[in-house]
């Protein structure tokens, strides 16, 4: 502005005179005279050497005046040369100042790049000299050199803004860079507008174009949201407008500042009802009244949607969020000892949660979740420290908790006593799981499987590797069935016992790869269920059998899985399907065939009568509920149905699934943050 009008004077008045540093002086404070003069200060330099700092008050055509040490001094203009500025500190030096002139009459003999080098030289002499930065920067502009010439702009944006015109440079790096998809540069140019010149006209379009550049391209989420808060309350008539006040609810959701969210997208549904953004801001506050445990105003929220809009990616979302209001949470404010739940096993209609701190018990009969805290608290202090939970199985007589580092805690019901089963005591430290029948008591632990016998005062028996001939040591879950004990290892392999020879053995199906591994057991209706991962192929799912592992089938459910978390986390539990079979009218009753057997009947002797062998039953069919730290699923194995019924995301943070049981016709799946329920009827 003011110093790109001084310097096109400058030129004219060279060509026309001998003196030309008096008329540059001239043309300068000519123009400058017509602003607060108290603000302006100028170094005089006399033909004969001399030099002077004062305060500039006036000019004719042939004299100046200036305020020096407390006199008005009037000088003629010829004979002098003046620099002026609105900040003493940047007033250069003779030397600096002599440079900056010869710059200037190089760029008149069309010498740029000589002139370049006058520039940087009265850089180097005085750093703070705004008017060198300016030219310097006009001429890398001029180069092309983008990158030199903004930062050229912005030491003197710095330096002394309110007397060089810098918004047109500015807004034209930044288009430039924006064109080119640059968006971190493009920013960076128009938060120089922003910050040095606010109340220029371009300020108002600016605040909401650099705010949703920061949100949507960059995700700085901190920069970007005050602005757009700040634009849309100084600008509310701006096109604009609408668009900020969605995002920054939306923001506002994903920042954690919930209710704040909730009445921001409120107020921007009341103001624009018919906006494209109207059911995107319905199903965030779905979300944030999920995340707030207000499940029937999520409901509602997603109930409008999914009746009112045309868009099938909108319904669908909306019809998850649906899915989700069908999930409770229960977390420490609701009685869990630590949000982190590792264990869970039900007790008729009661519930026993194993945390890293302690174990708790809930009544959860008619849909009540009632803490029961005596007992808990006596097995807790059984160990000299709150046992970290990892493993617990009840009956009606009593419970066992097995721990990561203090063995195995006993319970007795009907005596109330509790019973310690230490290290100390050359029992493993690490109990995983634990299961148990009317003979038995067996724990996975990380040094070999434990096995006490019911009616006998001996100790618990160890089963390792060294002394036992049992395939693995790291024992991570197990299975009980009548006449086999089933067990997955750390690394991947299944050990079994036969439970009437009491010999160890492995077990390996030709439909499990030698890649996979098992992390899962379950037993539902005389059939075995087991889930695997395989990390080479990414991918996980689940393994049906027979009760003694023949006729296996493998089932894959996710792939493209990187992470091994995500892989390794899947957990199985099936129940009978015992739902009605619609037949359509006119059709025969669908009629489950097996596969036909390798190698049939053929008759020894010529003629000889067929056999007629009936064909094997169909499997039964069940229902298979399966969670991971992705999704949650049900599977009818007839009709050979699935149904993605979504993970609980209304618990916070990353999702990871550490159990799952269905019991008392809900399905419970414990997480790093909390326990979540589905009702299943």
Do not use: C
């Not at 740029?112 to 060198?132: K, L, Q, V």
């Not at 060089?164 to 640059?182: Q, S, W």
């Not at 100390?424 to 299961?435: C, H, L, R, Y």
């Not at 539902?524 to 192929?537: G, I, S, V």
């Amino acid at each position: 502005m003011l110093y790109q009008k001084f310097v096109k004077q400058i030129y004219t008045k060279i060509q026309k005179t001998h003196r030309l540093f008096a008329l540059i002086a001239f043309a300068g404070l000519f123009f400058y005279q017509h602003f607060a003069y108290s603000q302006q200060y100028v170094v005089v330099e006399s033909e004969n050497g001399d030099r002077f700092t004062g305060t500039w008050r006036g000019g004719t055509e042939t004299h100046f005046e200036i305020e020096y040490q407390g006199q008005i001094l009037r000088l003629p203009v010829m004979g002098h040369t003046i620099s002026a500025t609105s900040d003493i500190a940047h007033l250069p030096d003779q030397t600096a100042a002599k440079y900056f002139r010869n710059g200037l009459m190089l760029l008149e003999l069309k010498m740029p790049e000589e002139a370049m080098n006058r520039f940087e030289a009265a850089i180097e002499e005085f750093p703070r000299y705004p008017a060198a930065h300016y030219q310097l920067g006009l001429l890398y502009e001029r180069n092309g050199d983008k990158v030199n010439a903004l930062e050229r702009f912005r030491s003197v944006a710095i330096l002394d803004a309110a007397n060089f015109d810098l918004v047109p440079h500015f807004r034209k790096l930044g288009d430039d860079a924006l064109a080119n998809e640059a968006y971190a540069e493009a920013v960076d140019s128009y938060q120089l507008i922003l910050n040095y010149y606010p109340e220029h006209a371009s300020v108002p379009g600016l605040s909401y174009i650099t705010g949703f550049l920061l949100v949507e391209q960059l995700e700085n989420d901190d920069e970007g949201l005050p602005l757009l808060e700040s634009a849309r309350q100084q600008y509310p008539n701006m096109s604009s407008h609408e668009k900020a006040f969605f995002l920054i609810g939306k923001l506002q959701a994903k920042t954690g500042e919930l209710e704040t969210a909730l009445h921001t997208l409120e107020g921007f549904m009341m103001r624009y009802p018919v906006s494209e953004w109207v059911y995107e801001a319905h199903l965030i506050r779905a979300e944030v009244n999920l995340k707030l445990g207000k499940i029937t105003e999520a409901e509602n929220e997603a109930t409008q949607v999914y009746n009112m809009s045309v868009d099938e990616k909108i319904r669908e979302r909306a019809k998850q969020i649906l899915d989700q209001t069908q999930w409770t949470v229960y977390t420490q404010v609701d009685g869990l000892p630590d949000n982190h739940v590792q264990a869970i096993t039900a007790d008729g209609s009661r519930l026993w949660v194993g945390t890293p701190n302690g174990v708790m018990l809930f009544e959860t009969a008619f849909n009540n979740w009632i803490p029961m805290s005596a007992v808990p608290q006596r097995i807790n202090d059984a160990t000299e420290k709150i046992p970290d939970v990892r493993a617990i199985a009840a009956n009606s007589t009593e419970v066992w908790v097995g721990t990561r580092s203090q063995g195995a805690i006993h319970y007795n019901k009907l005596t109330g006593e509790t019973r310690t089963f230490l290290p100390i005591d050359e029992f493993p430290a690490w109990v995983k799981d634990i299961k148990m029948d009317d003979a038995d008591i067996w724990f996975a632990t990380d040094s070999g499987v434990v096995r006490k016998i019911r009616g006998t005062v001996d100790p618990p028996f160890v089963y390792t590797r060294r002394l036992s001939f049992i395939p693995a040591d790291n024992i991570e879950t197990l299975l009980l069935t009548p006449t086999t004990l089933w067990g997955a290892s750390a690394d991947g392999n299944i050990v079994t016992f036969d439970r009437e020879t009491d010999e160890w053995d492995s077990y390996r199906s030709t439909e499990i790869r030698e890649d996979t591994t098992v992390v899962g057991f379950d037993t539902a209706e005389e059939q075995l269920l087991f889930t695997w991962f395989n990390a080479n192929e990414k991918s996980n799912g689940y393994f049906r059998a027979d009760l003694d592992g023949g006729n296996g089938k493998l089932t894959t459910l996710d792939v493209g899985i990187e992470n091994e978390t995500d892989l390794r986390n899947i957990y199985i539990r099936g129940v009978l399907d015992d739902t009605p079979i619609v037949i359509e009218e006119n059709e025969p009753v669908p009629v489950e065939t097996p596969e036909p057997p390798i190698s049939g009947f053929s008759p020894e002797i010529e003629g000889a009568e067929e056999v007629e062998v009936p064909p094997a039953p169909p499997p039964t069919p069940l229902v298979l509920w399966i969670a991971t730290n992705k999704s949650f699923y049900t599977h009818h194995t007839r009709p050979d149905e699935w149904v993605d019924t979504t993970t609980p995301r209304i618990v916070s943070g990353e999702l990871i699934i550490h159990a799952l049981i269905v019991a008392n016709d809900r399905a419970w799946v414990a997480t790093n943050n909390g326990l979540a329920a589905k009702n299943i009827r």
